[in-house]
């Protein structure tokens, strides 16, 4: 079967820097995204990867490796309102989304 | 307005009542999808419209149906319920570009969400 998995539940500093992982076995790779989800809010877009290497925007960085099926999210300088689900989804071979369980991350004073 | 909304942001029911959820996206896609998300899981994929048609269903139980009366709307009726169907219930909307692979065909725009509780 097709499998994302990350951790349920980070926590962190503010100020501190942050990485959330993903690795995934999907039947084919076509892209990996991330997306933020405030509580009660819509999941917003981050980052899509299709090559292996670092995506670098402002304070969030993707890294991807199709060799070993992983990525990471890497959210520097924290901030309070960083605290939010992070969902990681991979696009398969027949071009369906399947969607990782989110990582909640809080973020601490 | 701008976006993707969804009407009602939250829905009590019984599980012998009528209800329906509203979905409009102002972004000129040409494809729609509802997705449950309940807490812990994956998002589940329920439905896809792409150019007013469905053209997925995944296996989803007959008390859920969709209805894309244009490119802009996506309604999701419901009738008798069961408990278990509590959940966030999203809509989501992108523009589908055939055999292009890239951030426009596969980027979603998502709405806020029904958050549905079934007594």
């Known amino acids: 079967g097709q499998n994302i998995d990350q951790p349920t539940e980070m926590t962190a500093t503010e100020g501190a820097i942050v990485q959330i992982n993903c690795t995934y076995q999907?039947?084919?790779?076509?892209?990996l995204f991330w997306y933020q989800q405030h509580a009660g809010e819509a999941p917003t877009f981050l980052s899509y990867?299709?090559l292996d290497g670092l995506e670098e925007k402002g304070r969030f960085s993707s890294f991807l490796s199709r060799s070993k099926g992983y990525s990471y999210l890497l959210l520097k300088e924290l901030q309070m309102k960083d605290s939010a689900s992070y969902l990681c989804?991979?696009?398969?071979?027949?071009?369906?989304?399947?969607w990782g369980a989110g990582t909640k991350l809080i973020i601490k004073p | 307005e701008t976006g993707v909304t969804q009407t009602p942001r939250h829905l009590v029911m019984g599980m012998t009542n009528k209800k329906s959820l509203k979905c409009e996206q102002h972004?000129?896609?040409?494809?729609m999808y509802w997705y449950k998300q309940s807490a812990k899981k994956p998002l589940e994929l329920m439905f896809v419209?792409?150019?007013?048609?469905?053209?997925e269903n995944n296996s989803v139980p007959s008390r859920f149906s969709p209805e894309c009366p244009n490119s802009s709307h996506l309604f999701l009726h419901l009738h008798t319920l069961q408990p278990e169907d509590s959940a966030l219930y999203l809509c989501?909307?992108?523009?589908?570009?055939?055999?292009?692979?890239?951030?426009?065909?596969?980027?979603?725009?998502f709405g806020s969400g029904t958050r549905l509780t079934v007594v």
């Open positions: 989501a909307s992108s523009q589908t570009v055939q055999g292009v692979e890239s951030e426009a065909n596969y980027g979603y725009t």
């Open positions: 972004l000129g896609h040409n494809a």
């Open positions: 419209y792409s150019l007013e048609e469905r053209v």
């Open positions: 999907t039947s084919g790779f076509n892209g």
């Open positions: 990867n299709v």
């Open positions: 989804a991979v696009i398969d071979s027949n071009y369906q989304l399947i």
